[in-house]
């Protein structure tokens, strides 16, 4: 009886830490038909708008234009750029980019957060800085989250518009990873002037390319800088460190990001 008892307990705790690590990383997202709902909602303004290298974070010296490896991407800015290991609630599992742009604020593309195969939304995300491997990285967050995200899916058919997600984190990670700044509401005109960097994951390797913009509206802008499939959720940034926009499609003719809009600061700054 007691041999049946001592066997008990080992496969228990054999079984907890598998269960605590499903459970730690589960997020909510929360999906919103109609953005303009939020606008009522009294912003916390507890992003950051300046951008942040922790003491600890080396930093990284940009190469020429071309769509280039990076091989230190605990270096920041890239420390500042997440690897997201994602689980739906349909079982399916995929990856996306996303950035820090405050302590405990994440910015990605909607898309990233739903299967499209399934119109099934993310269950659980690790999140990976300065990612190599899964035994080499700068820093992992497997913690709790809230994401706010556009409904991109209601009719199974992806569209463009508030292809945007805002992501809450339970701890303060940009102390330890840094932070991208934003240029909220950039004007036309400058973020055509700017020289811009485009950076993403793909099969777990990070890569950048670089050169201008052109704007196609107000909330999109185009542009012929290198982004395969797998990037979506990447920051759009300048020389500086500071984002004008998400990454969020690939064409044969040219790219898109979806702009920092005053949309995108007010449902972000309203994530609690």
């Known amino acids: 009886m007691k041999k049946w008892i001592v066997l008990t307990l080992i496969c228990t705790l ?65 420390s500042a750029i997440a690897y997201m290991d994602i689980v739906g609630t349909c079982g ?16 990605t593309a909607s898309h990233c957060l739903v299967c499209s195969d399934h119109s099934a939304w993310a269950k659980t ?23 706010w995200a556009g409904n991109l899916f209601k009719d199974r058919s992806y569209t463009t518009q508030n292809d945007f997600g805002c992501i809450m984190l339970k701890k303060n990670v940009g102390d330890t990873t840094g932070w991208l700044g934003a240029y909220w509401n950039r004007p036309d005109s400058a973020i055509e002037s700017d020289y811009l960097y485009v950076a993403g994951y793909r099969d777990g390797m990070l890569k950048y390319d670089s050169g201008w913009a052109k704007v196609l509206d107000d909330t999109h802008m185009s542009y012929t800088i290198d982004a395969v499939a797998g990037n979506s959720g990447g920051p759009v940034f300048t020389r500086d ?20 809009t005053s949309a995108v600061k007010r449902n972000l700054d309203n994530l609690k």
């Open 125 to 147: 995300i690790d999140f990976y800085f300065g990612y190599k491997s899964r035994r080499n990285y700068l820093y992992r967050y497997s913690g709790r989250w809230t994401a």
């Open 241 to 260: 460190n500071y984002c004008v926009g998400i990454h969020i499609a690939e064409s044969k003719r040219f790219n898109i990001g979806y702009r920092l």
């Open 14 to 78: 054999l079984l907890m830490p598998a269960a605590w690590a499903e459970e730690d990383n589960e997020g909510t997202v929360i999906v919103i038909d109609d953005w303009t709902a939020t606008e009522d909602a009294a912003p916390e303004a507890s992003t950051e708008e300046d951008p942040f290298v922790p003491d600890t974070v080396d930093r990284a010296v940009f190469n020429a234009d071309g769509r280039v490896t990076v091989f230190n991407p605990a270096a920041y800015p890239y």
């Open 92 to 107: 399916d599992h995929w990856s996306g980019t996303g950035f820090m742009v405050g302590k405990n604020r994440l910015l």
